[in-house]
């Protein structure tokens, strides 16, 4: 297993020890909380009881073929936990989120979590957020004007293409990926982007995560918000 890998898998499987049995828990997605996915579907087999929330359809698959029992958030309004994914982090656990796409769904489960951890290895830890660019995903209808709307505050779109098509998300709509210099104030952008017509979600996270477990070469490092008791 390549470094960048085995640092996802520490991360990933770390991230397991906080589930405990009878919990609901969010089963986030992408590469790295497919680790926790995995781990968490041994320990169903050795006799783990948990309802696990996936905010994916990829997930969804995954989970089914590890054995995990599944729910919907319209059956398990409240959740105990959620373990997820990132892109991009930064020392305030601002978050960057929807590379792979599910960031309408990431972010519903994650509003409904009493606790959130993300995973990540250590190339998604940055002092400022904006290196990666920043998925929006948007309805269909208007799609162009929405775009141009996006561009005036000071970030270039581009609608996202997979096998030479617009690329679907789960839900039906569009993502834009819009690439932003640097973003210094998460949570403004976050208000500005969410009040524009035609934007579904924003994969800003703000003042979601309460921790954040790092794959490191030498270590895990844990980042949390303060006030974490977990």
């Known amino acids: ?7 996802k898998r520490k991360a990933g499987e770390k991230a397991v020890k906080y589930i405990k049995d009878g919990m609901v828990v969010g089963l986030g997605t992408g590469s790295t909380v497919k680790y926790t996915i995995l781990k968490l579907g041994e320990l169903v087999k050795d006799g783990l009881d948990i309802i696990g ?9 995954l989970a089914k073929e590890m054995g995990i029992k599944l ?5 398990y309004q409240v959740i105990d936990l959620t373990i997820d994914g990132a892109d ?3 020392r305030n656990l601002n978050l960057i989120k929807g590379g792979g796409g599910a960031l309408l769904r990431e972010k519903m489960i994650a509003h409904a979590s009493k606790y959130e951890i993300i995973v990540v290895d250590e190339s998604k830890v940055k002092s400022v ?3 990666f ?45 819009c690439k ?13 982007i969410d009040e524009i017509p035609g934007v579904v979600e924003v994969g800003l996270f703000v003042g979601l995560a309460n921790k ?19």
């Open 1 to 7: 297993m390549e470094l960048k890998e085995e640092l």
């Open 133 to 177: 660019p920043l998925p929006i995903e948007i309805v269909k209808f208007g799609y162009k004007r929405t775009m141009n709307v996006l561009s005036t505050l000071g970030c270039k779109p581009l609608l996202r293409v997979k096998n030479g098509e617009a690329y679907i998300t789960d839900n039906g709509n569009y993502i834009v990926d």
């Open 129 to 131: 957020l904006g290196d």
């Open 212 to 230: 954040v477990i790092v794959g490191k070469k030498d270590k895990i490092e844990i980042m949390t918000s303060s006030g974490d008791s977990l």
């Open 88 to 90: 991009e982090v930064d």
């Open 53 to 61: 929330i996936p905010t994916s359809i990829a997930t969804e698959k």
């Open 71 to 75: 729910g919907s958030i319209n059956d």
């Open 180 to 192: 932003f210099e640097r973003i210094d104030e998460p949570a403004k952008l976050e208000r500005r």
